[in-house]
């Protein structure tokens, strides 16, 4: 019996009979057919085992990239041939895939009420919105007249000041939260007074890994009270594990929520097709955002759910989304894509671009959310999603396709 810095490894001996239960169907897939030496992968413990666990994964050779202790877990690169032993040990609850995950893109803030709320003195001041995407240009609509970007982190290239190599994080940023201000407040956000928080998770492709996303819901958690982070918003997603007990996207944005904190994901932009949503916005716990097209009228009247925005139900019973908004033709903050960080010296040429999907309709709602927290700090986000939820505008169709309807701040503020 092997005893390391002072633990007795006992429970490592334990083994089920078949490692290959405890291991997602993707992951067994690609080890097998895609022949890599090393695979990147996510290893659930059991609860109370994580410590064991981590000697355990040293001891067999497993290089562990994070500790993501909001979901009990790690994230791991595990060489193919030593996956399904790992699997059978008793500390080992279950091996996910470590998925790649894609930013979710295909009169907005006058429709749903934003403006009226911003005018009464609601905008959002003071509110922290973390942003999970592919980073935050410091554009003047976030640093004029005061710099609102409060932090930064970078998971894909380790940088320390705010960049976008993008641009989709920023675009982002700017419908929850931009206040105009390169174009005397024409292309204002929903929440213009609210800090910014960009964690970036995503590369300049637009894609990441679900365990650095993980990764940064737990910089998240970390950090919520430090940067009164009340709001987290998520514009990406994929196509959640079929057969598998575990979603690691779907189990951390949970973790968040139990904190405290708002999160508010992305439905997908795989519809017209029903039980097409995307994970993490498959989880019951959040709130889910799927598209509509305004018209560019502020009537909701002639809105119509978007093409593209996927469909509930998850599961076969859930509904999902939970609320829409819209999506469509949406003008918001451009980005320098070459700029990395360094001294800004230049104002670009063209400070506002458009772009049409779920992600933009999610900030939307990320940015209502500081609205509604500004009137009512102590509000929790179990209340902001039955409020907005109750005072939607029910747009009379399938419920899979619309949720509660479209989003009402006016309504919610009761203005």
Sequence with gaps: MKILSGMILMPFLLR????????????????????????PAIIFTKEGKTKICRHYLESKGVKIKYELPLINAYAVEIEGGKLEDTARADVVEYISDDMKINSLLNVAAQEVGARIANDTGYTGRGIGIAIL??????????????????????????????????????????????????????????????????????????????????????????????????????????????????????????????????????AGNAGPKQNTIATPGVSPVIITVGAVDDKRTADYKDDVIADFSSRGPVNGRQVKPDIVAPGVGITAANTDKEYTGGLRTEVLKEPYTKMSGTSVATPVVSGAAAVMLSKNPKMTPAEFKELIMKNAFNMGINKYAQGSGILDIKKCLSL
């Design 133 to 266: 995407d592919t980073g935050i240009y410091p554009h003047q609509d976030f640093t004029k007249p005061r710099n609102r970007i409060i932090a930064f982190k970078d998971f894909v290239n380790n940088k320390q000041n705010p960049y976008d190599d993008n641009g989709h994080g920023t675009f982002v940023a700017g419908v929850a939260a931009g206040n105009g201000y390169a174009s005397g407040g024409k292309y204002k956000g929903v929440a213009p007074e609210a800090n910014l928080i960009g964690v970036k998770v995503m590369d300049k492709n637009g894609s990441g890994n679900s365990s650095d996303i993980i990764a940064g819901m737990q910089w998240v958690a970390d950090h919520h009270k430090e940067y009164n982070i009340r709001v987290m918003s998520l514009s990406l997603g994929a196509k959640p594990p079929t057969g598998s007990r575990f979603d690691p996207l779907a189990a951390a944005v949970e973790a968040v929520w139990k904190k405290g904190i708002i999160v508010i994901a992305a």
């Design 16 to 39: 089920n009979s078949r490692g290959s239960e405890k291991i997602d169907s993707r992951l067994l897939k690609k080890t097998r057919t895609l022949g890599l030496s090393s695979i």
